[in-house]
C-alpha cells in the first residue's frame, strides 16, 4: 500500500496521550459490512455506507471502496461523463492511477496518496478512467470515493477543485509510535490538513502496525465513522472485532480507539482504516443518481438542467473518446 508512507515514523509530531479523566470514549454503535458492486463502466467497488441512514452519515452521504483490484492487460475501467450537483466528490488513490476531466476546466492525474476535491456545486460533467498505460498494461487499483454533502447555502456554489498531492497530507504518528496518520482534511490534535471544506470536517487514512494502539481526541459536535480497508483489529471502548469491508458508526463521546491484531493475515499486513467525522448539516437530503438535493423538486429541476446542457458540456477534445449524454443513473 505505497500511499505515502515514511521510513521512521518516530520522528513525526505525536498525536498527544488522552487524559481520560472526565473525558468519554466513544463506543461502537452500529457495525456493518459493505456489499460489493460494480461503478460506471464496470469496476469493482464496495459500498461502504450501504445500511447506515443519512442522520448517522451527515454530513456524508455516500462512499465506495474502489477495489482493492488487479486488473489483467485491457481490463481496467473507469466512469463515462456523467454530471453531478449539490455536493463534493473526494477521490483518494491508495494504489495506482485514475485521471480526471471536468466541464470546468479542472482534471489532471491522481496516483499513490493523491486526493481529487471536487466541488459540483450546482453543477459540473466529468470523467474518471484509468490512463491508458494502466489500461494497456493491467496492474494494482485501489482508492476511495466520498460524497461529503454541501448545505442548501453553498449547494448552488460555482464549481471548484482541489488538487491535493500525497506529500501535502500531514503526517502524525500516534503515541506508541505503531500507527501513521495521514491527515487529509480537518484538524486532528491541533494540525489541519490541506483539504479546504464547506462544513467543518475530519478525514483521516491510518496504517497500524500489528498490535499498536490508536486514541483519538474526536470533537464531541462530529459524528464519527471508521471504514477498514484491510487487516482487522478492534474498535471502540467495548473493543468490536472489526476487518475489511467493514463499517464503525461510533456514537457520542470525546474520544474514540481503535486497536490492530497482533496476528495479521499476509496479503495485509497491517490495519488501513479510513476516519471520517463532520459537523452534521441537519438539513432534509434527497439523493437521486448522481444529485444531492435538499427537494424532490430540486432532484427535478438538476435532471432538467442536465438534460438541457445546463450542468456544462463535454470539452471539444473529449467527445470523440467518450459518450456524450451518457447518463447512468444507480
Ligand atoms: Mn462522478
Redesign the pocket.
Known amino acids: 500500500m505505497p500511499a505515502v508512507t515514511v521510513e521512521n515514523i518516530l520522528v513525526l509530531p505525536r498525536v498527544p496521550r488522552i487524559y481520560t479523566e472526565g473525558l468519554k470514549e466513544r463506543a461502537v454503535k452500529s457495525l456493518t459490512t459493505a456489499p460489493s458492486g460494480f461503478e460506471g463502466e464496470g469496476f469493482p467497488v464496495r459500498r461502504a455506507f450501504a445500511g447506515v441512514s443519512m442522520t448517522e452519515l451527515d454530513p456524508f452521504v455516500h462512499m465506495d471502496q474502489m477495489g482493492e483490484v488487479e486488473y489483467s492487460p485491457g481490463e481496467a475501467k473507469g ?1 463515462p461523463w ?1 454530471p ?1 450537483r449539490g455536493f463534493e ?1 473526494v477521490t483518494y488513490i491508495i494504489d495506482g492511477t485514475f485521471v480526471h476531466q471536468d466541464s470546468n476546466g479542472g482534471g489532471g492525474t491522481i496516483t499513490n496518496g493523491d486526493t481529487q476535491w471536487m466541488t459540483a456545486g450546482a453543477g459540473i460533467l ?1 470523467i ?1 478512467a484509468p490512463p491508458e498505460f494502466l489500461v494497456l498494461a493491467g496492474g494494482l487499483f485501489h482508492g476511495i ?1 466520498l460524497w461529503v454533502n454541501l448545505p442548501a447555502a453553498n449547494k448552488f456554489n460555482p464549481p471548484a477543485y482541489q488538487d491535493i498531492r500525497a506529500g501535502e497530507a500531514i503526517l502524525l504518528a500516534s503515541q506508541d509510535g505503531g500507527a501513521l496518520l495521514r491527515v487529509i482534511a480537518g484538524e486532528m490534535a491541533g494540525y489541519s490538513g490541506p483539504g479546504s471544506t464547506f462544513t467543518p470536517i475530519t478525514l483521516i487514512h491510518a496504517t497500524l502496525s500489528p498490535g499498536a494502539t490508536l486514541e483519538l481526541p474526536w470533537s464531541p459536535s462530529f459524528n464519527a465513522l471508521a471504514y477498514v480497508l484491510s487487516g482487522k483489529g478492534t474498535a471502540g471502548s467495548q473493543h468490536r472485532p472489526i476487518q475489511s469491508g467493514q463499517l464503525a458508526v461510533f456514537g457520542q463521546g470525546d474520544w474514540l480507539s481503535v486497536s490492530s491484531a497482533a496476528k495479521q493475515d499476509s496479503n495485509s499486513p497491517s490495519l488501513e482504516i479510513l476516519f471520517l467525522g463532520g459537523h452534521p448539516i441537519r438539513e432534509r437530503v434527497v439523493h437521486y443518481g ?1 444529485f444531492v438535493m435538499n427537494t424532490e423538486e430540486e432532484i427535478v429541476k438538476a435532471l432538467e438542467d442536465y438534460q438541457a446542457g445546463r450542468l456544462g458540456t463535454i470539452p471539444v477534445s473529449q467527445v470523440p473518446h467518450r459518450h456524450p449524454g451518457d447518463l447512468r443513473l444507480p
Do not use: F, K, S
Request: proline share 12%.
Open positions: 466512469t456523467h453531478h466528490t466529468h474518471e470515493q448522481p
